[in-house]
């Protein structure tokens, strides 16, 4: 659905004539005659454009474009000026309080229409956009704070820095669709930095604002000599600088938009800057006849301000002006990027060959004196303004034509990208694959011939055992320890391949339970046993049930293990109360020295003898793979002859758990344990 | 008693025949174990090649490893219960790999039992002896094929 559109124009002509032409069009209007019924309205309707006379009867509708952006409801809301002033301090004044057109009277009937239809579709675009970001630079944090609030509102993501540095930094990093820079800054200032993204391949596209501390004339000279888009004064109404935000990042989104439609069609704005009151009226009057829109500025400021703000199809700039001189005005103009495609030609008293070549050295694209005819000066202009058009045509194609180029790239590095990693992903199995059936052969195919030196060593002694003597018979029995052993690695090693494969399956697993059954298992595996047991009731992990079976067959078994030689052996399982459940299994065992604690979940690191304590070397390394392929961390405290306290976190799995990077900090600090299994 | 009952014990390694044999011959369950080498063997011993030898007394047990040549144990398995005469025959895969999914493999092809072979020789007896004594003496065996 389209929002209507409000007409506030004191002519009842205007207002029909208006009325009429956006209903021809497909759009609703309301038309109002005063600024107070113009309040009403706005009060009451959300506007997608609003079309504004500038003298009205009860007030000046600039101050009701400046009360509009003040409005939050009319944030979206477009609005164009509508004046029968050429004057350019009138449009200066419209379109820096936040006018996104200025259209002078009498106006194109048709051009109107086709710029109001843009308005109100990028007004709709702008209801719903995608979230555009700007990247702010103010050393004032309140400032800086209230603006970067006030943005957000709007619905812009905002990033902010203190410094032109700091700025530059980021801009590489976030890439912002808009740049919005204080003029004054301790470091570079506004204008070294927008000078500065110019030169920035990647940046250079940003359009970007300039926010200045007063009305000072040459900050916004110079910021627009650096090449930046727009600016506003900061003690302005901070809606107005949203406004105006706005608009820069609009005709910045929308340009091929406009060039394409609505300025074809239109009536040429051309800019006519002379010292010279009687001349202006003259040259005005002539080119109005022509159905030109003549903008008249009195000195080269005046229009550079002007063209800060709106754009114009050509330029006649007079050479002899009080102030900066049309030359400067020229030099300057011809500086800023988005205006030095706009033919400037020069008017001029003298008409000698040393004045034609200064104007044409200062970057203008024509040379005409004052005392030629009008009409030729038509022709001049009209010829200009056709150069530029054909060249704007061509770089439109031009444009085009990169940009399918830049998008045709894109594709086929996206389709390269897809199949790199496609090849990576196939690698990835095939070396999956390849390792799954190593294991295989390793389990299968190792443990064959270790079965045969077992079996063949026993045979050996129960067949001829007689024959041998002690040595011989102890040598058989040391054949068949070192084969059992070996299988027992071979085992331990494929255990720890297989916890870093597969999926991770975390849910409720009843830990207390798993422990259980690992004593279970452990009491009937060796009956004699005596050993007081104490598991706490109640622990509940997210975790792999399948994976902590293995973690607690390891650590429950270790301390089961390392109390075989103690009459009061006692093992507890249990959960610490503190804010990150830290699970631990103690045991009063042999323990260990502390001194080789970091040795602990090496593989293969054993620290104690084989013939005190059999094992391989692989548990605990197992057991430390298992945890931190949860995101937890395990460690150990001990004491030789006092026993061993081995804990784990599980992580995601611990409610209330504090974030893993504290957890990395923290296991710098933490020991690591071996042992056996 | 169990004299009378046949083994069949498909196995390719001689080694593991034989220390398969030891223990068979140890526990004194079976008076007759026949050996085939390959999975090829196995399926010629149980159907038979040439005709008229459909009649032959088929084994009571079948001990089957998994890593065969020609044809795998898996695929053993698979015929023999593909056909009437001898897919109630028990058989037990007897093998050195563990991994899931040989295990899954053989009881969804039709293992009445799955036992790693363990290394230690003692264990290997004691686990020989108990299949025999469970499958050969405690298990009731399934009616002679009347096919």
């Known amino acids: ?677 | 008693m169990v004299g009378d009952k046949t083994i069949l014990l498909v196995e390719d390694n001689p080694a593991d025949e034989a220390l398969t044999l030891r223990a068979l011959k140890k526990s004194g369950l079976a008076s007759k174990v026949i050996v085939a080498r390959d999975g090829a063997e196995a399926l010629h011993h149980l159907f038979g090649a040439e005709a008229g030898e459909a009649c032959r007394k088929l084994p009571d047990l079948i001990l089957l490893d998994l890593k065969l040549p020609k044809l795998g144990g898996h695929e053993v398995l698979k015929r023999n219960r593909a056909d009437v005469r001898t897919q109630v025959i028990p058989v037990v895969i007897l093998t050195t790999s563990r991994e899931d999914e040989d295990r899954l493999e053989g009881y969804r092809v039709g293992a009445n039992s799955y036992v790693r072979k363990p290394v230690d020789f003692h264990e290997f007896s004691e686990a020989v002896l108990q299949l025999g004594l469970y499958w050969l003496v405690l298990n009731e065996q399934p009616p002679q094929s009347r096919v």
Request: net charge negative; charged share 25%; glycine share 8%.
């Open chain 1, 1 to 677: 659905m389209t929002l209507p559109v409000l007409i506030v124009d004191d002519s009842m002509t205007v207002r029909m004539s208006l009325n009429d032409l956006l209903e021809d069009a497909g759009l609703e209007a309301v038309v109002c005659s005063t600024v107070a019924e113009a309040r009403l309205a706005l009060a009451e309707t959300t506007f997608a454009l609003v079309i504004l006379d500038v003298l009205l009867p009860d007030g000046d509708g600039v101050d009701l474009l400046r009360e509009i952006r003040a409005m939050p409801h009319a944030a979206a809301t477009a609005v164009m000026m509508l004046s029968t002033e050429s004057e350019v301090r009138d449009r200066i004044r419209g379109l820096t309080t936040g006018a996104d057109e200025y259209v002078g009277k009498p106006y194109d009937p048709t051009y109107l229409i086709g710029r109001a239809h843009e308005l109100v579709r990028s007004g709709a675009g702008r209801t719903s956009p995608e979230k555009e970001t700007l990247l702010l630079i103010d050393d004032s944090v309140t400032f800086r704070e209230e603006l970067k609030e006030a943005l957000e509102q709007a619905g812009y993501g905002v990033f902010v820095a203190g410094s032109g540095e700091e700025g530059l930094r980021l801009a590489a990093d976030v890439r912002p669709s808009g740049i919005v820079v204080d003029g004054v800054l301790p470091g570079i200032d506004g204008a070294t930095f927008i000078r500065r993204i110019r030169l920035d391949a990647a940046l250079r596209g940003a359009p970007c604002f300039l926010l200045t501390g007063t009305e000072d004339k040459s900050a916004e000279l110079s910021a627009l000599e650096a090449g930046a888009d727009a600016f506003a004064v900061k003690e302005d109404n901070i809606g107005i600088v949203i406004a105006r935000i706005g608009a820069m990042l609009r005709s910045a989104g929308h340009q091929p938009v406009r060039e394409a439609t609505a300025s074809s069609l239109g009536p040429k704005r051309v800019l006519a800057v002379d010292d010279s009151e009687t001349y202006l009226q003259q040259l005005a009057a002539s080119l109005d006849a022509e159905g030109y829109e003549v903008v008249l500025a009195r000195s080269g400021e005046e229009a550079l301000e002007l063209l800060a703000v709106q754009q114009v199809e050509c330029v006649l700039l007079d050479l002899v002006m009080p102030g900066i001189d049309g030359r400067e005005t020229c030099r300057r103009l011809k500086l800023v990027p988005t205006l030095r495609d706009i033919p400037v030609v020069m008017l001029t008293a003298v008409d000698d060959r040393e004045t034609m070549i200064q104007s044409l050295g200062a970057g203008a694209d024509d040379y005409i004196a004052k005392s030629s005819e009008f009409d030729l000066v038509r022709a001049r202009v009209m010829a200009q303004i056709r150069r530029k058009q054909i060249e704007d045509e061509h770089r439109t194609i031009r444009e085009q034509l990169l940009r399918a180029e830049f998008e045709a790239q894109k594709a086929r590095t996206a389709l390269e990208v897809a199949e790199t990693r496609a090849a990576l992903a196939e690698e990835l199995q095939l070396k999956n694959e390849e390792l799954e059936s190593f294991s295989y052969s390793v389990a299968h195919d190792l443990r064959a011939p270790l079965r045969s030196i077992d079996g063949f060593s026993l045979a050996l002694l129960e067949d001829c055992g007689d024959n041998l003597d002690d040595d011989g018979r102890k040598y058989l029995h040391y054949v068949r320890d070192s084969a059992q052993h070996m299988a027992r690695l071979i085992d331990d090693l494929l255990a720890l391949s297989r916890v870093t494969r597969g999926e991770l399956n975390r849910g409720e697993t009843h830990l207390s339970s798993l422990a259980g059954s690992v004593f279970s298992r452990l009491q009937r595996a060796t009956p004699d046993r005596k050993v007081d047991v104490v598991v706490a009731d109640g622990i509940v992990a997210d975790c792999d049930d399948r994976l902590l079976t293995i973690v607690l067959e390891n650590l429950i078994g270790n301390a089961w293990k390392f109390t075989g030689k103690r009459h009061d052996a006692r093992i507890e399982v249990g959960v610490m109360d503190d804010d990150q459940r830290t699970y631990f299994v103690r045991d009063n065992g042999a323990g260990f020295d502390m001194a080789y604690a970091s040795k602990l979940f090496g593989v293969f690191q054993r620290l104690h003898s084989a013939t005190d304590f059999e094992g391989t070397g692989i548990g605990l390394v197992t057991v430390q793979r298992i945890i931190r392929r949860h995101g937890g961390r395990i460690w150990a405290q001990g004491q030789v002859g006092q026993g061993a306290v081995f804990y784990f976190t599980l992580e995601n799995g611990s409610p209330g758990g504090i974030p893993s990077r504290t957890q990395e900090a923290i296991s710098g600090q933490c020991i690591s344990r071996d042992a056996a299994a």
